[in-house]
């Protein structure tokens, strides 16, 4: 399986007690919706792809924590701090017309709707009110624009098949 067969979820930031919880920096949202995935992957540097089950998992406070199989000392999962957490592609759910993962959406080309290309869909973030796009232009200068995904106001379509995005944005802005 090729690298861009995973989604990633999240990291292992830390230990949480004395039988090999893990404490999770999640990228899901809600956050605590990576425990509902029962088959991880994880990665630490220069490694590759492995399985394990997630054994437990719940929120704790304003952390998400879990129990990994094999995992059952406090240095087994301190050994697991900063490698990174992801899922198999197959195990993303279906979703209803209209909506889109990020990885759906990333690496689109963006046009106005006059036709003004914007570049292509560098990165999203969350900002708590509304996710953003962060748009890079394919000059030399490599100019970023932030433009918030908003369907219907900003963002006017989504053609998956033509990889291309069309907002209703000020080229200038």
Do not use: C
Not at 14 to 37: D, L, M, Q
């Amino acid at each position: 399986m090729s690298q861009s067969d995973y989604i990633l979820l999240g990291e292992i930031s830390g230990v949480s007690g004395v039988k090999g919880w893990v404490k999770v920096f999640s990228h899901t949202e809600p956050r605590e919706k990576i425990i509902a995935y029962k088959q991880w992957f994880l990665q630490s540097k220069g490694e590759a792809w492995r399985a394990t089950k997630v054994t437990n998992g719940r929120k704790q406070g304003k952390n998400i924590v879990a129990q990994l199989d094999g995992i059952n000392t406090r240095e087994q999962a301190e050994a697991l701090k900063g490698t990174q957490i992801a899922i198999h592609i197959d195990q993303l759910a279906p979703l209803s017309e209209g909506k889109y993962y990020w990885k759906d959406l990333i690496g689109l080309k963006v046009e106005t709707t006059d036709g003004v290309s914007l570049g292509k869909i560098d990165w999203i973030f969350n900002t708590g009110s509304n996710n953003v796009l962060t748009i890079k232009e394919e000059t030399k200068e490599k100019k970023e624009r932030m433009v918030p995904y908003l369907m219907g106001d900003v963002v006017i379509s989504i053609d998956l098949d033509a990889d291309l995005m069309i907002v209703d944005w000020d080229p200038e802005f």
